[in-house]
């Protein structure tokens, strides 16, 4: 007993000196071990169904970084014991590590010192301590609130079809799936494509996917305006000119890619008859638009990937890239680190000095943190499909598109992810792993470190040629 508890005590004290940073790295890590070591045990998988480590690992991973790649069907291959852990670990990649060990002390009654607060803090990028704990119970509030909405609506799908009790789970596990943007479904192999033109489901789908990937402060904001109008306190034609910049951009980006991305695929894939080419006209709309949103890190599909032509699946991987926006559970770079590289490199060639938008200046701190992730995410994303390339004998365009939906953590693939060796899905869990908690951790040591390092020294300067 003694031992253990010396063995508490000392990772008591290096956690205590570890950065947030480094505790949301490990804590992910460390969940996925767990996790895929339940996954692991024999009762997890289904009668006759044997989980080799690597797999029960991949599926941790895939789950706790919300992704959405699988190596097993997961409504064939995993017991109802596996699902619950599968769903258990969804809801925790979602919702984050920090937010979740917080959450769990409030429920417990105990007292979040400084550091929990300072923790909670830095992972939702707060400016102050103060108001910390009531901005992480409202998170968790709003997180249940929209899943039970989802799983309400998706009933009304699911239980006709599957009676009570399946379809109430059917409903759940999915909506909890879609609202984390995890992409994982127990329907089967084919996912939401037998529901292509159910209008309920692509809706209440579309709905969860694109209201979590706009971020809680934007609901938040939106929110606030909306009951200021309503209570008369402010005219709704100053709504839009009172939001937050944060708010506009992410409104702004959303509606753009959604919408663009939507009418693009719908004439892209209008007369593929591999896709949607035989489809009535109400579901080529549909799954036009469901693909236009689920790229964005939720990878469920309507659509098989692996038909679609070339200027669609080129079009899926940018809105990979891009993801959803900060402070939400969806991956990528973010809406708001793709919308500031643009406006800077249009700044720069009109010579601007500052990047500017919305009558508003983008500060050089943001500007820098924006360049470190996007830059990291394409050195991994190169590296990790030339790995992939070299272990795997797989295509280069499938390499791109796996590796491209593992690092904005989307879970879409072109029909290679079980086919995969043992070395292929060791690197592409490596990649959702990095996809995960990459960009987070990275811009927010960037962001940390331009705001202590002093602006008095300066080197000398000197010229180089660019471009």
């Known amino acids: 007993m003694n031992n253990i508890k010396a063995v508490f005590h000392c990772l008591k004290k290096k956690t205590e000196r570890m950065s947030t940073a480094q505790i949301i790295a490990l804590g992910f890590a460390g969940v996925i071990f767990v996790g895929g070591l339940l996954l692991w045990l024999p009762f997890s998988a289904a009668q006759g169904k044997h989980t080799s480590f690597i797999d029960a690992m991949f599926t941790a991973a ?42 769990g002390l409030l429920a417990a009654r105990k007292r979040i010192n400084t550091r929990g607060r300072r923790m909670i803090q830095e992972s939702y990028n707060l400016d102050n301590l103060g108001g910390s704990v009531r901005l992480l119970i409202k998170v968790i509030k709003s997180i ?111 509606a753009v890619l959604v919408l663009g991305g939507g009418v693009l695929i719908f004439l892209f894939e209008y007369n593929n008859p591999d896709t949607i080419g035989r489809e009535p006209l109400g579901t080529k709309l ?3 638009f469901f693909q236009s949103v689920t790229t964005r890190t939720a990878g469920f599909l309507t659509i098989d990937q692996a038909a679609m032509t070339d200027e669609t699946t080129i079009l899926s991987l940018l809105f990979m890239i891009i993801g959803g926006s900060p402070m939400g559970t969806a991956g ?62 797989i295509s280069l365009a499938d390499a791109v598109y796996e590796i ?51 602006e008095k020294t300066h080197l000398a300067e000197e010229n180089i040629m660019i471009g």
């Open 62 to 103: 895939t789950c706790v970084c919300v992704t959405g790649l699988v190596t097993v069907t997961t409504a064939s291959h995993w017991s109802a014991f596996g699902k619950i852990i599968i769903l258990i670990l969804i809801q925790l990649g979602g919702m984050g590590v920090i937010s979740l060990a917080m959450g």
């Open 144 to 254: 249940l609130i929209a899943e039970t909405i989802g799983a309400v609506l998706l009933c009304i799908v699911f239980i006709p079809e599957f009676g009570l009790v399946r379809g109430l789970c059917q409903a759940v596990f999915t909506s909890i799936s879609a609202f984390c943007n995890a992409g994982i479904d127990i329907l089967g192999e084919n996912s939401l494509m037998p529901y292509r033109g159910n209008v309920l489901l692509n809706l209440t789908v579309m709905g969860l996917i694109v209201t979590a990937g706009l971020g809680f402060s934007v609901w938040w904001d939106v929110g606030e305006k909306l009951k200021n109008v309503i209570t008369r306190k402010m005219h709704w034609t100053r709504m839009w000119r009172t939001l937050h910049l944060q708010s506009k951009i992410v409104l702004t980006m959303t």
């Open 286 to 288: 549909l799954a036009s």
């Open 332 to 393: 990528g770079i973010k809406t708001t680190t793709f919308l500031v590289l643009i406006l800077s490199a249009l700044c720069t060639t009109r010579g601007k000095k500052d990047v500017e938008i919305f009558n508003r200046r983008v500060k050089e701190s943001y500007l820098r943190s924006a360049v470190v992730v996007a830059t990291t995410a394409m050195v991994i994303l190169l590296l990790m499909v030339m790995l992939l390339c070299i272990v795997s004998d």
């Open 404 to 454: 491209t939906s593992a690092i904005g953590t989307v879970g879409l693939t072109r029909g290679v992810t079980s086919a995969l060796n043992i070395p292929g899905k060791c690197i592409v869990i490596v990649t959702m792993y990095l996809g995960r908690i990459g960009p987070l951790t990275l811009g927010m040591a960037v962001m940390l470190k331009t705001m202590v390092q002093p």
